[in-house]
C-alpha cells in the first residue's frame, strides 16, 4: 500500500536538504530553508504523488494572501520544484507539476528606494568619521564585494576599481570566494571626488596591496562591521542601508544619461532587465516630480 500510495512530501524534501544544504552558500541556506518549510508546513504527508499543478498554485496563493512579495513567493516555488525534481530523479513521480505553474504578476514586490538626499549628503559631509559608506555611494559596489576589496584592487593611475572577488559570513566567521560570473568580475570608474578622498586616506600611510581596505590581513569581521555601520548610523542620523546607496549610485548614473549597457556593467548586474528597470522608476519619478511641479504653478496662477 506504501509502494502505492508512494512517499510523503516531508519525507522527500528532508531528502532532498540533506543532499543540497552542503552544496549552497552559506548566504543562501537560510532562504532555502524558509521556502522549505513553508512548503512542508502546507504539504506535509501528502503523498508526491498526488501533489497536482492546482495544489501549487493554492499554495502560492496562500503565501500571496498572507502578504508574502513577489520575490517570496517566486522562491518558495524555486525550491518546491527542485524537490519535486529530486522526487522525480527517485522515480516518486514522472512528471513534475510545479513545470506548469505560473505566478501572479500583481502581486506586491520589495521596492527599495535609493537613499535620501540628506542622507547621501551627510555621508558626503563625513568623509573623516567613515570612508566605507561614501564608498559605496560612490561606486554602487555590493556589501559583500566591498569588505572583499584590497588595496591591490584599486588603479588611481587608470581611475578603476576592478571587483574580483566577495566575502559573506557564515559559521566560522568571514568567508572570501572568488566572483565568477561575468556580471560579478568587473571594472569600476573611480569617480573624481572618490580618487581625491582616497589620496587623502593613503596620505596618512602607506597602503599595503595584499590588505583589505577595510580591515587588514584579514577582511572586517561581521561583528566589527555590524557594531560600526550602527554607530555610524546612530550618530549621523542615517537610516538608509548600502542597497539603498548602490540604487543611490545607479540612479545617479541615470541622471547622468550613462546607457543601459553600461550601467548593467559598471554596477554588475546579470540580466539587463533590472537595469532597465531602475531606468523606469527614475523615469516614474522624473513624471510625478514633473506633476507636482506643474500642480503648484497651476495653483498659483490660479
Known sequence: ?????????????NEWWEETEPKLALQSVKSYKLAMSRAVTFFNDTPAKQITAQDILKFLNNL???????????????????????????NDIELNPCTSVTIRKDLPKEKREAASRIDEQTIKDNLDLWI?????????????????????????????????????????????KTTKTEAGMRTIPILAPLKDRILVETSKFKPIPSYYVFGDEKPLSEKAYRYRYKKYSERLGISSTLHQLRKSFATAAVDANVPPDVLKEIIGHKDISTTLNIYAEVRENRIKEAGNALSKMMLNNG
Open 1 to 13: 500500500q506504501r509502494v502505492e500510495i508512494g512517499r510523503p512530501f516531508c519525507e522527500i524534501a
Open 64 to 90: 500571496a494572501k498572507q502578504g508574502y512579495s513577489q520575490k517570496v513567493v517566486s522562491n518558495t516555488k524555486m525550491v518546491v520544484k527542485q524537490i519535486l525534481d529530486h522526487a522525480v530523479l527517485g
Open 132 to 176: 566605507f559608506p561614501y564608498v559605496a555611494l560612490m561606486t554602487g559596489m555590493r556589501k559583500g564585494e566591498l569588505i572583499g576589496l584590497k588595496w591591490s584592487d584599486i588603479d588611481l593611475e587608470h581611475d578603476m576599481i576592478t571587483v574580483n572577488r566577495s566575502v559573506w559570513y557564515g559559521d566560522g566567521g568571514a568567508h572570501e
